[in-house]
C-alpha cells in the first residue's frame, strides 16, 4: 500500500500544479498532514484516510464542469495509479464529500475517514493561512477586497453556492469561513479550530477598525 499510496501522491501532484495557488499541491500537503495528526488521535484507517485527503481537490467542482466530470477525474487518476476497483470507489465517494457546498447545506459524511479529511480540509480554511488563501483567490479571480454596501449571501444549495462568480473577499470569511468551525467532527480539530477562528476573528474586527479609519 505505500508505493501505492505514493504514486497517488506524484499524480496528484502533478494535477495540482496546474490548479490556482490556494488550492495548489501544499494545500493537499497541509491537509494530509493534518489529516494523519487527527487519525492519530482519533483512530480510524489510516491509509484510507491518506488517500482521501491526497485526492479530495482532484474532483472538485469549483475546476471541473459538473459534478460528474469531477467523479470521472478521481476515478481515472486512482486507477491510473492501480488503485483497487473498491477501494478506490470508497475513496472517491468519501473525497466527494468533503468540500464545503453552503451554508444551508448539511455536512453527508458517514464515515470516521471522510470525517477526519473534512476536518483537516476545514482547518486550512480557519486561521493565518485561511486568510492568506482566501485573498490569494480573490486575487486571482480580481473578486474585490470588501465592498461595504454588498450584503453577505448564505448559499442554500450547492447549485447557488457554485454558481456565485462574484464577491468580496471579506464576504467570503462570513459565508463560509466563520461558519467551519461549528461543523467541525472531531474533538481534536475542534480544539484546534477554536484557536484558529479566533485569529480570524481579530483579523476581520482590525480589518473593519483600519477600513473606517478608527486605527
Same mark, same amino acid.
Given at each position: 500500500?505505500?508505493?501505492l499510496?505514493q504514486?497517488?501522491?506524484?499524480?496528484?501532484?502533478?494535477? @495540482?500544479?496546474?490548479?490556482?495557488k490556494?488550492?495548489?499541491?501544499?494545500?493537499i500537503?497541509?491537509?494530509?498532514? @493534518?489529516?494523519?495528526r487527527?487519525v492519530?488521535?482519533?483512530? /480510524?484507517?489510516?491509509?484510507?484516510?491518506?488517500?482521501?485527503?491526497?485526492?479530495?481537490?482532484?474532483g472538485?467542482?469549483?475546476?471541473?464542469?459538473?459534478?460528474e466530470?469531477?467523479?470521472?477525474?478521481?476515478?481515472s487518476?486512482l486507477?491510473?495509479?492501480?488503485?483497487?476497483?473498491d477501494?478506490?470507489?470508497?475513496?472517491?465517494?468519501?473525497?466527494?464529500?468533503?468540500?464545503?457546498?453552503?451554508?444551508?447545506?448539511p455536512?453527508?459524511m458517514?464515515d470516521?475517514?471522510?470525517?477526519?479529511v473534512?476536518?483537516a480540509?476545514?482547518l486550512?480554511a480557519i /486561521?493565518?493561512?485561511?486568510?492568506a488563501?482566501?485573498?490569494?483567490?480573490?486575487?486571482?479571480?480580481?473578486?474585490?477586497?470588501?465592498?461595504?454596501?454588498e450584503?453577505?449571501? @448564505?448559499a442554500?444549495?450547492a447549485k447557488d453556492?457554485?454558481?456565485k462568480?462574484e464577491g468580496?473577499?471579506?464576504n467570503h470569511?462570513?459565508?463560509?469561513?466563520?461558519l467551519?468551525?461549528d461543523?467541525?467532527h472531531?474533538?481534536?480539530?475542534?480544539?484546534? /479550530?477554536?484557536?484558529?477562528?479566533?485569529?480570524m476573528?481579530?483579523f476581520?474586527?482590525?480589518? @473593519?477598525?483600519?477600513?473606517?479609519g478608527?486605527?
Amino acid at each position: 500500500m505505500k508505493e501505492l499510496i505514493q504514486k497517488v501522491e506524484e499524480a496528484t501532484r502533478s494535477f @495540482m500544479e496546474k490548479q490556482d495557488k490556494a488550492h495548489d499541491w501544499y494545500h493537499i500537503e497541509r491537509v494530509r498532514d @493534518m489529516a494523519l495528526r487527527i487519525v492519530e488521535r482519533e483512530g /480510524g484507517d489510516k491509509e484510507l484516510v491518506e488517500l482521501i485527503a491526497l485526492v479530495h481537490d482532484v474532483g472538485d467542482r469549483k475546476i471541473h464542469d459538473s459534478e460528474e466530470a469531477g467523479v470521472d477525474a478521481t476515478v481515472s487518476l486512482l486507477e491510473e495509479c492501480g488503485v483497487p476497483e473498491d477501494v478506490a470507489e470508497k475513496v472517491t465517494d468519501l473525497a466527494h464529500r468533503v468540500s464545503f457546498k453552503g451554508a444551508g447545506v448539511p455536512d453527508n459524511m458517514p464515515d470516521l475517514e471522510g470525517k477526519i479529511v473534512q476536518d483537516a480540509d476545514r482547518l486550512d480554511a480557519i /486561521g493565518a493561512i485561511a486568510i492568506a488563501r482566501t485573498f490569494t483567490w480573490g486575487g486571482h479571480h480580481n473578486h474585490p477586497i470588501y465592498v461595504p454596501e454588498e450584503k453577505v449571501r @448564505m448559499a442554500q444549495s450547492a447549485k447557488d453556492y457554485y454558481e456565485k462568480k462574484e464577491g468580496s473577499s471579506i464576504n467570503h470569511f462570513h459565508e463560509k469561513l466563520l461558519l467551519l468551525k461549528d461543523r467541525l467532527h472531531t474533538k481534536t480539530a475542534k480544539e484546534i /479550530g477554536e484557536k484558529r477562528h479566533a485569529f480570524m476573528e481579530d483579523f476581520l474586527e482590525q480589518f @473593519m477598525n483600519e477600513w473606517e479609519g478608527k486605527d
